[in-house]
């Protein structure tokens, strides 16, 4: 599917954020395989692999002609309005609202965007057709994740401007089409530019326009590339330092073929019609027809796939690992609602269980290293804590490097990418990730971020980081929040209760936790800061399964009721130099292990957190 403390803390540090609000939860989840076309009108149309038309989404712009898209690496999605040069990026939520729209062109004079790639370091280029002055020349730009210009480049070009681009496994040397018979190749890195294939130059390849482009493996031009080429697709290669068309693809009276893109699958691509509206499904190899015809009934201006990562963005990084769960009801005769997966990259330990699960469910979980800054969390971030309010976050909270760099991957992020089929029949996705059991890290204030834009932290022990959610698609990355180091939490711990502690349960059962926060090198008695906010978030932590052998992801408390008042927020109150609260045990079963967690929601402080048991 879309967190740690000073020294080796034995206990769980616990973030449930402040609950989201429920257009955050709504709509249509977007699966690795669902295929985004340019509709027109500001707008893409998404399907699912096999075709199903599943939603249509907007750009806000409410009109425009829009043309090529594109993913990051952490499976937030970009696209562009070629009618007013946008370039328009969306949150992974499943509302999916619009995260940036950034005006292209502007410094440049750049006009009509068309096409945009990844180069596997965060960054990103922007293909244009035109420019303010004319319909043609139009060049290249590069922008940093932020959609922040970094560079604007002019190409040669032909009938067009730098129409459709790709980018091979060296992050800077472009493929592009200019609405001419040639594929060019321009480095960003040293400016060259050069022709990899000038079609009018072979037989049969002599009438039309070329469009969209894709680079097939190694990813540098050795494996040749897919062209759209109004006739039909071309596989084209270069063999004996000459152009060659290895095959060629067309189905029915097509004959106008300009949107392009591969599918995940590794096997297959997606290829549509500009004037009959129809896209389909190729096996590469073979040229059948997997998926269509499929008409859009509106126009066709460009399609992406979610997760068809380019080779710029495969190239720098290990294999992307995937893997494939059945999980069953857990009622009756055993049955396994929980995922255990160890990262073949990383060592790092991914465990999911679908709580209350009433029916069969695939769960397939996808995991990847990434450059931090695509793993950077959005710039708003949602806190959130079922059944409470809503609240945001300081956002762009930065990955965590630290057990990427353990496992042998140093400035990488890792990125875990979770679905579950049916979407449905379960209550709670409860999830944790933690460490190989051979590292050792002292881990300073890490965050479980959902969607690059909820923190859904909800308890560390040791380095687990245990988070809730909704039913959705997520993407899930461990982040690092900042704290201000002029002040501590005092023996970064609760002064109670004490970690470990048992507690007897009956009805009236209650606990007092406190914590004492000062400058730092004044505990315990310098005079803590008035506007914290120090959130408590309670876990607990489940028995394993006998019949699977396996360890559920431990579930949150909720609500956590405070005493004295059930529906008030389980916020800490300063009293003196104290930072209190006292929590009913209610509805928390005896014979459980908890993990209570503080939060500062100002990120003043660093985390804390204690283990307890009810008996």
Not at 72 to 93: E, G, K, M, P, Q
Not at 108 to 118: I, K, L, T, Y
Not at 476 to 492: K, L, R
Not at 567 to 580: D, E, R, V
Request: proline residues 6%; contains cysteine; negative net charge.
């Amino acid at each position: 599917m879309r967190t740690m403390s000073r020294g080796m803390i034995a206990a769980a540090l616990l973030l449930l954020a402040i609950g989201a609000t429920p257009p955050l939860h709504a709509q249509v989840q977007w699966n690795v395989g669902d295929v985004f076309v340019a509709i027109g009108g500001g707008q893409y149309n998404v399907y699912s692999n096999t075709g199903a038309l599943r939603a249509t989404i907007a750009d806000g712009t409410g009109s425009g002609a829009t043309a090529g898209c594109a993913f990051d690496s952490a499976y937030r999605l970009f696209t562009t309005n070629f009618s007013n040069t946008d370039i328009v990026r969306f949150a992974i939520d499943n509302a999916h609202p619009i995260a940036q729209t950034i005006p292209g062109g502007a410094t440049s004079g750049f006009r009509q965007s068309e096409s945009v790639a990844f180069d596997g370091h965060g960054n990103f280029y922007v293909g244009y057709a035109a420019t303010s002055s004319s319909a043609s020349g139009g060049g290249l730009e590069l922008y940093n994740h932020n959609g922040v210009l970094q560079d604007s480049f002019s190409p040669t070009t032909e009938n067009r401007g730098v129409d459709w681009i790709d980018v091979a496994s060296d992050g800077h040397t472009i493929f592009y089409t200019s609405e001419g018979r040639k594929i060019f190749k321009f480095d960003t890195a040293s400016s060259a530019s050069s022709v990899y294939v000038d079609l009018s130059t072979v037989s049969g390849g002599t009438n039309g326009k070329l469009f969209a482009i894709r680079i097939l493996p190694p990813g540098n031009g050795a494996g040749g590339v897919l062209v759209a080429d109004q006739k039909n697709i071309k596989r084209v290669n270069v063999v004996g330092g000459a152009a060659a068309i290895v095959q060629t693809y067309h189905v029915g009276s097509q004959s106008d073929w300009e949107a392009l893109n591969l599918d995940p699958n590794g096997t297959s691509f997606w290829a549509g019609d500009a004037t009959t509206h129809n896209f389909y499904r190729f096996n590469i190899s073979t040229g059948n027809v997997e998926v269509g015809p499929i008409n859009t009934n509106a126009s066709l201006g460009g399609l992406c796939v979610d997760g068809a990562f380019n080779a710029a963005q495969l190239s720098p990084f290990p294999t992307p690992a995937t893997q494939t769960f059945t999980l069953t009801p857990t009622t009756g005769s055993g049955g396994s609602n929980t995922v255990f997966f160890t990262s073949p990259i990383t060592g790092t330990r991914f465990t999911a269980t679908l709580a209350n699960l009433t029916n069969n469910a695939t769960v397939t979980l996808r995991d990847s290293l990434v450059d931090p800054s695509v793993a950077q969390s959005d710039p708003t971030v949602f806190s959130l804590s079922p059944g409470t309010v809503a609240a945001t976050v300081a956002g762009s909270i930065p990955c965590d490097q630290v057990l990427p760099g353990l496992a042998g991957f140093p400035d990488t992020c890792e990125v875990f990418e979770f679905e579950a089929s049916p979407n449905s029949g379960f209550s709670d996705q409860n999830f944790e990730i933690d460490k190989s059991t051979a590292v050792t890290e002292a881990i300073p204030n890490l965050r479980f971020i959902r969607n690059l834009d909820e923190d859904i932290t909800d308890g560390v022990v040791k380095t687990p980081l245990i988070g809730t959610k909704r039913p959705g698609l997520c993407v899930f990355t461990v982040n690092q929040q900042t704290s201000n180091s002029a002040f501590e939490v005092c023996g970064d711990a609760f002064s109670s209760p004490a970690a470990g502690t048992a507690f007897s349960k009956n009805k009236t059962a209650s606990i007092a936790f406190k914590f004492k926060v000062s400058p730092t090198g004044a505990c315990p008695n310098g005079a803590s800061p008035t506007n914290l906010l120090p959130l408590l978030v309670i876990a607990r932590v489940l028995p394993l399964d006998p019949s699977t052998g396996t360890t559920p992801a431990p579930e949150p408390v909720t609500p956590i009721i405070v005493a004295g008042n059930s529906g008030g927020l389980p916020l800490f109150i300063l009293s003196g130099n104290t930072w209190q609260l006292q929590v009913k045990t209610t509805n928390m079963p005896a014979g459980f292990t908890y993990i209570a967690t503080m939060i500062d929601l100002t990120s003043t402080v660093p985390s804390i957190s204690a283990t307890f048991n009810l008996k």
